[in-house]
C-alpha cells in the first residue's frame, strides 16, 4: 500500500510538473502517463541512490544541494526514455536546467507534500 501511495503522489507531482513548468510537457495518453510516472519511480528507486552514493562529497560541500541536480538528472534519464525513438510516451523538455530543473522540483515538493498529509 505504501509502495501505492508513492506512486500516487509521483503521478500528482508529474502532472503537476507538466502544469506549472513551461517547457516540460506531456502528449500522450492516460497510460503512457502511468508509465511515466513508473519510470520516475524507478528512476527513484535505482538511480537516485547510485548518483547520490558516488556524489556524496559533492553532497556534503554543497551542504546537500546537490541532490537537487540528481533528481534533475534522474528526471532527465526519463525524459531521454520517454523519446520517440526510445519508448515513445510523450514527456518531452526544452532543457536542461529550467525545465528539468524546476520539473523535478515541482515533483519533488508536490511527492513530499502528499507523502507528509497521507503518509504513515
Not at 53 to 72: C, D, E, H, Q
Not at 83 to 102: I, K, M, N, Q, Y
Amino acid at each position: 500500500m505504501k509502495r501505492l501511495l508513492q506512486l500516487a503522489a509521483t503521478a500528482a507531482g508529474v502532472w503537476v510538473a507538466v502544469r506549472l513548468v513551461p517547457g516540460l510537457d506531456f502528449d500522450g495518453s492516460a497510460w503512457a502517463f502511468v508509465a511515466v510516472a513508473v519510470l520516475v519511480a524507478v528512476a527513484n528507486s535505482i538511480v537516485k541512490p547510485v548518483l547520490s552514493f558516488f556524489s556524496f562529497p559533492l553532497i556534503l560541500l554543497t551542504l546537500g544541494l546537490f541532490l537537487l541536480v540528481i533528481n534533475a538528472l534522474v528526471l532527465q534519464l526519463v525524459v531521454w526514455l520517454s523519446a520517440p525513438e526510445r519508448l515513445d510516451l510523450g514527456l518531452t523538455s526544452t532543457g536542461f536546467f529550467w525545465a528539468t530543473f524546476l520539473g523535478a522540483l515541482v515533483i519533488s515538493i508536490v511527492r513530499w507534500v502528499l507523502e507528509a498529509v497521507f503518509g504513515d
